[in-house]
């Protein structure tokens, strides 16, 4: 079959990775990819949220499976787009509908949905510029530290975590009253603080029966030992070490059956992924936050370790045999370290000459921000490239990923020699 994948960064590059080794895979699209997915499919200048200019791909090329890898278009309902058209209903998309992505692209909507349906997260409340009196009263029953997070998506930088009641109160008046984070914070959600350690798992679902991927933990801020900025991600880990069969079996029973029978009793049609983001209290599971796609760089190390045909896996999802579908795991820990720009997260440059991926022999190269500019590869985003490693423990595995790091150039490389540090 043909297949599209939308997206640029290096989640769309692992799948492309993947579905390229598929027997089933004909032809491989990728708009707009990067220099790496150029190496296995073809690259098409569009965007994802252009609908009628992927339709018109779509028809022209004869795809007939799409995977959505970033929110944007899911929330925008690409979904909704391909199964109001006559000509698109169809094709099997991955990804939720319009409703379902919400989500993640409402954070007050993930909340009442966890409250509805019993899901264990921790207390919250939403607030406007209308009761920001109230969103003050509200902080001030609460200990530090105070979580906000903007409503909407925003680009990830949406959410702070403030140990000075003061502060917390002047940052909410910025993100309600003052536009902040735009209309995405027009709404702020306000949570209690949990004290944990994060970890993500992720769900692959044709809307009734489910499959549990490989859970994965990622280290967002720039610094190492979890200082700085917070970033799109600067390494990930898979599996993580304390989620064995047993805990995992408990964030079956108690957030993944209940989160699918929600959406079901809600009718709300979900097909794809559901990343569930934890954080492990005292050991109880409880959800920090819905995402309605893979992430990233989670999805370099939780894509290397199925050793299944994973096309044939997201197939079932459209023609209903994804029940009967054989999903294996290898027992290796894969780790994924990323080399970002200079500056990043902030202001970066753009347009630097990349060299040495040719002679990374031990790891899978995944690009995240790059492209191809006659011949030379080049830097074109803040996260650059993914380095993912495999080996029988987490310190073989990043020795491997850290050795690669040092083979790769470009002015400005930087990346986190920690990753895994608290595991």
Request: aromatic fraction near 8%; proline fraction near 3%; charge should be negative.
């Amino acid at each position: 079959m043909n297949v599209l994948i939308l997206g640029s960064g290096g989640r769309e590059h692992a799948f492309a990775w993947k579905i390229s080794k598929s027997s089933l895979c004909k032809k491989l699209l990728v708009a707009p990819g990067n220099a790496g997915t150029s190496e296995l499919g073809t690259n098409v200048n569009i965007g994802v949220n252009d609908f009628e200019k992927i339709k018109e791909l779509v028809l022209e090329e004869e795809v007939m499976l799409v995977i959505v890898g970033p929110e944007d278009p899911l929330v925008n309902g690409i979904f909704d787009f391909f199964q109001a058209d006559e000509a698109l209903k169809d094709i099997i998309l991955i990804g939720p509908s319009k409703e379902g992505a919400q989500l993640e692209g409402s954070k007050e909507f993930a909340k009442q949905f966890m409250f509805r349906h019993n899901i264990p997260t921790a207390k919250y409340q939403a607030f406007t510029k209308e009761n920001l009196a109230e969103g003050y009263a509200f902080l001030e029953s609460l200990d530090a530290p105070y979580v906000l997070k903007a409503d909407g998506l925003a680009a990830g930088k949406g959410v702070l975590i403030l140990n000075d009641l003061q502060k917390a109160k002047d940052e909410l008046k910025a993100m309600v009253a003052d536009a902040k984070f735009g209309t995405a914070s027009s709404t702020v959600v306000i949570e209690e603080f949990l004290d944990g350690i994060e970890l993500s798992v992720f769900v692959l679902t044709d809307g009734e029966s489910y499959k549990i991927l490989p859970s994965a933990k990622d280290y967002k801020r720039i610094g190492e030992r979890d200082m700085g900025l917070n970033t799109g991600g600067m390494g990930a880990i898979s599996p993580v070490p304390f989620a064995d069969r047993f805990y995992i079996e408990k964030v079956e029973r108690e957030i993944i059956r209940p989160t699918i029978e929600g959406l079901q009793k809600d009718n709300i049609t979900y097909q794809g992924f559901i990343f569930i983001g934890l954080i492990n209290v005292k050991g109880e599971p409880k959800v920090i936050e819905y995402n309605v796609r893979m992430g990233d760089p989670e999805t370099e190390v939780v894509i290397p370790r199925i050793k299944s045909d994973f096309l044939n896996l997201l197939q079932g999802i459209g023609d209903g045999t994804f029940s009967e579908k054989d999903l294996e795991i290898t027992d290796e820990v894969a780790t994924t370290v990323m080399l970002v720009a200079g500056g990043y997260p902030e202001a970066y440059e753009k347009g630097k000459e990349i060299t040495g991926t040719e002679t990374v022999d031990k790891s899978i190269v995944f690009h995240a921000g790059t492209k191809n500019d006659n011949g030379t590869i080049k830097t074109n985003g803040g996260r650059v490239i993914a380095l993912t490693s495999f080996g029988e423990t987490m310190e073989k595995a990043l020795v491997k990923s850290f050795d690669s790091a040092e083979k790769i150039s470009f002015e400005g490389k930087y990346y986190r020699k920690d990753i895994g540090f608290d595991l």
